[in-house]
């Protein structure tokens, strides 16, 4: 038997379909429609389903305004790359950059405190508040 791989009837990136769901169905019909594109083509070339992607869709649904689907995203590629050092760090950037400095902290908590933004956050927490 030979391989062929999985193909796209119509070529668009995973970004714009999961961006299409959210749209269309949410925030859990976008994470359905990942789960799915995922199981149908993981291994084929129609999808780029590489760690960073959904790190890249994330910070793309942070930058319109939607917290939650950004958070769906991460957790989802959390699912999928477990010990993503870079999963933990997008989410504190994000979460940071919606001015939750705490969540971001928490969020740093989970992998290593020394890395340079885990650091930054810690400070910014630990300085006595401006007025």
């Known amino acids: 038997m030979r391989y062929l791989p999985s193909r796209n009837s119509r070529p668009v990136r995973l970004d714009d379909v999961l961006a299409e769901s959210l749209a269309s169905d949410g925030v859990g019909g976008m994470t359905s429609r990942y789960t799915e594109l995922y199981e149908e083509h993981y291994g084929g070339w129609a999808y780029d389903f590489s760690e960073g992607t959904l790190l890249r869709i994330a910070g793309r649904f942070a930058e319109a305004g939607s917290l939650e689907a950004a958070m769906a ?46 650091q930054q956050q810690i400070d910014e927490l630990n300085a006595p508040e401006q007025q």
Request: with cysteine.
């Open 73 to 118: 995203a991460i957790d989802r590629n959390l699912e999928v790359y477990p010990e993503s050092f870079q999963s933990h760090g997008t989410r504190g950037q994000i979460l940071a950059g919606a001015g939750d400095a705490e969540g971001a902290f928490a969020a740093c908590l989970e992998v290593d405190a020394t890395v340079d933004f885990c």
